[in-house]
């Protein structure tokens, strides 16, 4: 029984008083983003009731728009429901409705709102056995000591409570080293196994439209961490929303017509900095080969309309998700992974980018107890990524910014990225991408002069670390840098010699889906396409874009 009188100091009468009284006076505030209220953020059963009264008097299904309530209209609304109508009168809900809509103050609310989450928050926490007692002397008979940890908490966000119980339990781990499985192995009796799974081409992973990432990277494979590192203006960004669109839609538009893409993947996008308008022009330019520019300007002709509107269509039905957050910490980052994986069976995403937050800096400090550096903060973020990538079985890309001394030759190494080459060491794969200069052409003038291509290369491809097979190769492609469709040209190592034995390799996957007869049709003219899928384009738009 003490429990239970204890849990009362999770109720708090007055703030509660305020938000019912608000929401009775204006019914509005029900409708905020912001503002997410249920009966179970209330601990007494009259509060309850009220609340669901106001709600469903509110969102009435006959259309009535009702702004206002008052305890008559609860009164009988209630007056249906027997048993509730019982605890209605007997707590005289008639006489505190009254009240509540007379002394409300709607300068509070939001106050009054944030004490009564918080309450329900650390409620909820308590009584599944976690102790709250560091942020909320709950059940000290010390009012004082009470009254300390309240002003406290009020300085706190929502999410900070969360993140505080998220941190806690991290520490529990990283003691533990729950992160870290160890695996004990007799030599060769798996290598039958191993073979047959090769056979079956299971140590691939979806396609890049790059087929020479294809063979150098394997595919796209799970479990793996790739990170593309440039400075400002080299497209990091724009090239891995165009991989996880690649991925997720089924058909794109090349030399006139929509042609098979492979099978959907579902992916996902966390983007940083771009919101979701001008994510979804990439996405559009992408799809259908019509320039940023004209798209943004609205310069677009009728036939160009229909074929982006076609477009958006596709999209829609792609499964290809979009998450934007530009402060963050690795929770946050392992929430939207965790959601996206066990509710959209994504296998595929982008991280843009690592860098350090105020919200991750934070998090960070306090896990380890002590300020930390900002590239121990990002070495961090790239390990969690790199856990994240084996715990959930995903294909994770990333992107990093360079230093000044990237722009020189014997500097395209992990010693280029900002941050330190430390964080070079957590990725399976890593590259640095820069525009191709005249005096990067000079180098290779002689293949382009007897290749004969018909674009030259204007942009570099520098992988430098790859646990999949060769480093040191550069790939050179001709990239459209306002669509982004990357066609490949040929391949050196780091001298500017060329590399014959990387092929320009493209293949069906499906990524063990059970697919249906059109997909099989799908599949097989695919196949039969070959690399015409990932041909050139109509026209060409090298503009200045800068992500």
Request: hydrophobic letters at 35%; one cysteine or more.
């Amino acid at each position: 029984m003490s429990e239970e009188l204890n849990l009362k100091n999770f109720n708090d009468t007055r703030a509660i008083y305020n938000v019912l009284g608000n929401l009775c006076n204006d019914t509005e505030m029900l409708k905020r983003d912001n503002l997410q209220l249920t009966t179970n953020d209330f601990m007494q059963r009259i509060h309850k009731i009220i609340f669901s009264a106001i709600n469903n008097i509110a969102y009435n299904i006959s259309g009535d728009k009702v702004t206002s309530i008052n305890a008559k209209d609860i009164d009988n609304y209630l007056s249906s429901y027997p048993t509730q109508y019982k605890e209605w009168n007997d707590k005289q809900g008639f006489e505190y409705v009254q009240n509540i809509v007379d002394h409300a103050n709607a300068e509070t609310f939001n106050q009054s709102y944030s004490r009564v989450k918080k309450m329900a928050i650390l409620r909820e926490y308590q009584s599944m056995g976690f102790d709250v007692s560091d942020l909320y002397d709950w059940d000290s008979d010390d009012y004082l000591s009470r009254e300390k940890s309240l002003i406290e908490l009020d300085k706190m966000e929502l999410k900070d409570i969360f993140e505080h119980f998220t941190l806690k339990n991290l520490k529990i781990k990283d003691s533990y080293n729950i992160e870290t499985e160890v695996k004990q192995f007799k030599a060769g009796e798996s290598v039958e196994d191993m073979l047959a799974q090769f056979k079956r081409g299971v140590e691939f992973g979806a396609p890049y439209d790059d087929g020479f990432s294809n063979y150098l990277l394997r595919g796209q494979r799970k479990g793996k961490l790739v990170i593309y590192s440039a400075a400002t203006g080299n497209l990091k960004t724009s090239l891995q929303i165009k991989n996880m669109t690649h991925n997720a839609v089924g058909e794109i538009y090349r030399k006139g017509k929509w042609k098979y893409n492979g099978t959907k993947l579902p992916s996902l996008f966390i983007s940083t900095e771009l919101d979701e308008a001008e994510l979804t022009v990439i996405i559009l330019a992408y799809m259908t080969g019509i320039s940023r520019k004209t798209i943004q300007d609205g310069h677009f002709n009728k036939e160009q309309n229909d074929l982006l509107l076609e477009a958006g269509k596709k999209l829609r039905e792609s499964p290809l998700y979009l998450v934007h957050i530009p402060n963050f910490n690795a929770a946050d980052i392992e929430e939207i992974i965790e959601r996206h994986v066990l509710d959209k069976g994504v296998g595929y995403i982008a991280f843009d980018y690592i860098q350090n937050t105020s919200r991750l800096s934070t998090s960070v400090n306090k896990l380890f107890g002590s300020v930390q550096r900002e590239d121990q903060i990002l070495l961090y973020l790239s390990t969690s990524l790199k856990n994240l990538a084996e715990k959930y079985n995903v294909h994770i890309n990333t992107a990093t910014q360079v230093n000044r001394n990237s722009k020189e030759e014997e500097n395209w190494d992990a010693t280029s990225v900002r941050g330190g080459s430390s964080i070079s060491d957590k990725a399976d794969s890593h590259f640095i991408l820069k525009k191709a200069k005249e005096k990067d052409l000079e180098k290779v003038s002689g293949i382009i002069e007897e290749q004969g291509f018909g674009n030259k290369p204007n942009y570099m491809k520098i992988l430098f670390k790859n646990r999949s097979g060769r480093p040191d190769v550069i790939i050179w492609s001709y990239l459209d840098y306002s669509t982004v469709i990357d066609t490949p040209l040929f391949c050196t190592d780091t001298d500017y010699n060329i590399v014959e034995e990387v092929e320009d390799l493209h293949f069906n996957f499906n990524d063990d889906k059970k697919i249906d007869e059109t997909d099989i049709k799908n599949e097989k003219r695919y196949a039969e396409e070959g690399t015409e899928v990932f041909g050139s384009i109509d026209e060409k738009n090298e503009e200045g874009i800068d992500f």
